[in-house]
T-cell receptor
Framework: AAGVIQSPRHLIKEKRETATLKCYPI?????VYWYQQGPGQDPQFLIS???????DKGSIPDRFSAQQFSDYHSELNMSSLELGDSALYFC?????????????FGPGTRLLVL | KQEVTQIPAALSVPEGENLVLNCSFT??????LQWFRQDPGKGLTSLLL?????REQTSGRLNASLDKSSGRSTLYIAASQPGDSATYLC??????????FGKGTKLTVNP
């Protein structure tokens, strides 16, 4: 069965650089979520999209922005990177915003900021 | 603000043992609760989803229960195997769409 695809899987950047993470949800899933998991930490919700519109926002820094495109894939843009942005970034998708729907997680993008 | 706590933080058991992982949450107004498995440096695999109206869900050797009023859930793993070694995360979904995670229980099953 198709799963959530994230690219790249690994990314190394310098401080103050910009990074773009991509997420391709499971086919026919219209809702996408982004989470950040720091080293040894639990995942923290960043932002979500439903039908290409932002639907919920968590602890996402102003330096980050995201959007969902017409094909439902999503991109997380991160600017002025800081050392503390080093983390595993997960994308999840679900068939709808309905609470009965499971959120399926991708393998994550591991970002290292030097 | 919803807070999710998992006890114990780490657990080591011999192969074949039955075990219980615990999860508690502070705000009982939840829509659902999910249990995930995470292997080191890997993604999150959803194991079980329990709706707020449900008491338990079963999948193979896994059984998850939910007591919404007391803010507790347990994940029961029967006849544990070395392949079960991983970190198990509990997450709740409340009034918004986001999941709030616990810090996980790191399970080691020794052959």
């Amino acid at each position: 069965a198709a799963g959530v695809i994230q690219s790249p899987r690994h990314l190394i950047k310098e401080k103050r650089e910009t990074a773009t993470l991509k997420c391709y949800p499971i086919p026919r899933h219209d809702t996408v979520y982004w989470y950040q998991q720091g080293p040894g930490q639990d995942p923290q919700f960043l932002i979500s999209f439903y039908e290409k519109m932002q639907s919920d926002k968590g602890s996402i820094p102003d330096r980050f922005s995201a959007q969902q495109f017409s094909d439902y894939h999503s991109e997380l843009n991160m600017s002025s990177l800081e050392l503390g942005d080093s983390a595993l970034y997960f994308c999840a998708s679900s068939a709808s915003r309905d609470s009965q729907e499971t959120q399926y997680f991708g393998p994550g993008t591991r970002l290292l900021v030097l | 603000k919803q807070e999710v706590t998992q006890i114990p933080a780490a657990l080591s058991v011999p192969e074949g043992e039955n075990l219980v992982l615990n999860c508690s949450f502070t705000d009982s107004a939840i829509y659902n609760l999910q249990w995930f498995r995470q292997d080191p440096g890997k993604g999150l695999t959803s194991l079980l989803l329990i709706q707020s109206s449900q008491r338990e869900q079963t999948s193979g050797r896994l059984n998850a229960s939910l007591d919404k009023s007391s803010g507790r859930s347990t994940l029961y793993i029967a006849a544990s195997q070395p392949g079960d070694s991983a970190t198990y995360l509990c997450a709740v979904q409340g009034g918004s769409e986001k999941l709030v995670f616990g810090k996980g229980t790191k399970l080691t099953v020794n052959p």
